[in-house]
């Protein structure tokens, strides 16, 4: 695992397994017999990009090869199409997307982050034209298959926005540190979504009395290369999958999702654990009892039911599923470390605030480490499930050194804690106040 505040380089990345880092970050597969890589559309349209150019010959190019010209330059190792993200870690690929980039309303796909268990689908063996989706379980009536097409023709789309978030984002902060991706504040976004709603699909092939839970299948491959593993197969109670909100995506932003985060097909659930919204979606099953996939068991995405003493042993029985994500929020503009002049007045201080399940009733931003707050303007939010905009001008007294804190509350009158809440093991739900720094001069 790398340092979560340097991206590995492009060099790293390709000197650690030149032919895999290929296959990373363009979706370039590769013969091992001859070692020449096979570049498909998508690949070859995000090389061009990179380079500025068509590559002429890109046929006879070797498979692993850095193009000399991104060799020679210092370029960060970066995955087509995303922009400014921080990796954490290139196998499997995870990258987080810094604060200040988030400042849009709705994510866009550039800006989105990565969170992968295994190996994405090479991206030249993913074809919408043939893609299926299965829906089977024994709690299912009538088992079917679906293309994308028919999804499309069969069922009404629905477009909504909704907020995915890690269950681990804040990770960095617990102390004693957990293990996993050291995720600080970017692993969440809000795009919109378009799809079918899981309902209509799972009324379509008839829902057994029984039925508690679903569960999803993806593409990906496990890392170990086992094809018998998963690297991931949660889901989320029957109740959850059949709210309007739940879609089986088609599409993110009006266009195609990013090969990273899914294409051609996903689930979102917002609001849960982002590790309930399957990538790479081929299946569902519906289950008469618990979905007991890959990472649904143990400590994966489960917590203590009670406070336990941090570093602690915590036996398995006493850990419960974690379900609608905490109330929290993130200061989007400025940038942390923004130096201001103390003449040019007011900042106009901004960003989102989500609640899981629940929506968000009051945003309040401190300069004082928390002495006295200040109420900030709260909008509505697009739809259920979607994060919602908060700011206010904010104006500071005198020449020094400053921190914001933003700190949100839910309609429930749950608020966000100053410091790093409950330890647990794995390292899930810190929903602490997100703070920035401001130098006025
Ligand atoms: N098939 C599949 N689905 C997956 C994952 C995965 O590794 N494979 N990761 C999950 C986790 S843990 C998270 S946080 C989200 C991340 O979604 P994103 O990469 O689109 O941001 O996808 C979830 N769905
Ligand atoms: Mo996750």
């Not at 090389?47 to 193009?67: E, N």
């Not at 999804?151 to 978030?165: N, R, S």
Request: with cysteine.
């Amino acid at each position: 695992m790398s340092d979560p505040t340097s991206s590995p380089g492009l060099h790293q990345t390709y000197a650690q397994d030149p032919v895999r880092a290929d296959e990373r970050i363009w979706g370039r597969r590769s013969d091992p017999l001859t070692r020449r890589g096979f570049l498909n559309r998508g690949g070859l349209a995000a090389l061009t990009a990179a380079l500025g150019a068509r590559i002429v010959f890109s046929d006879k190019m070797p498979a692993g090869l850095i193009p000399a010209a991104l060799a020679q330059s210092e370029a960060p190792f970066s995955i087509p199409g995303k922009d400014g993200l921080v990796y954490l870690n290139d196998r499997p690929v995870n990258a987080e997307t810094p604060a200040d980039l988030l400042d849009d309303d709705i994510t866009p796909a550039s800006r989105l982050f990565i969170r992968n268990n295994g190996h994405p689908p090479p991206a030249d063996q993913i074809d919408p034209a043939t893609w299926t989706l299965r829906i089977e379980g024994e709690s299912c009536k009538n088992p079917r298959t679906f293309t994308l097409a028919e999804l499309k023709k069969q069922f009404p789309l629905h477009t909504y926005q909704l907020t995915i978030e890690c269950g681990g984002n804040g990770r960095s902060e617990f102390n004693p540190p957990a293990t996993g991706n050291q995720w600080t504040v970017g692993a969440v976004g809000c795009p919109e979504w378009t799809g079918v709603r899981l309902r209509d699909v799972l009324e379509a092939c008839g829902i057994a009395e029984d039925a508690v839970y679903i569960g999803y299948h993806g593409a990906d491959t496990h890392l170990s290369g086992d094809p018998k593993k998963e690297p991931i197969s949660r889901g989320v109670p029957i109740a959850k999958a059949l709210e309007d909100e739940s879609l089986i995506a088609l599409a993110m932003n009006g266009a195609d999702m990013p090969w990273m985060n899914g294409h051609p097909l996903r689930l979102v659930c917002g609001g849960w654990p982002a590790s309930v919204s399957g990538k790479w979606l081929n299946r569902i099953v519906v289950r008469n009892q618990v979905h007991d996939g890959e990472k649904m068991t143990g400590t994966s995405y489960r917590v203590p039911k009670h406070p336990v003493q941090p570093g602690s042993e915590v036996p398995e029985e006493d850990f419960e599923i974690i379900e609608s994500m905490p109330v929290k929020s993130i200061v989007t503009y400025p940038k942390s470390g923004l130096t201001h002049p103390l003449a040019d007045g007011a900042i106009e201080v901004r960003g989102h605030a989500w609640a899981g399940d629940f929506s968000v009733k009051e945003v309040w931003v401190s300069i004082d480490f928390g002495s006295t707050w200040q109420k900030t303007e709260l909008k509505a939010a697009p739809n259920l499930l979607a994060w919602q905009r908060w700011s206010t001008p904010v104006k500071f007294p005198e020449i020094g050194y400053y921190e914001v804190w933003a700190r949100a509350v839910d309609e429930r009158g749950r608020g966000q804690p100053m410091v790093v809440p409950g330890w647990n093991p794995k390292g899930y739900l810190n929903n602490a106040c997100h703070r920035i720094a401001v130098q006025v001069v």
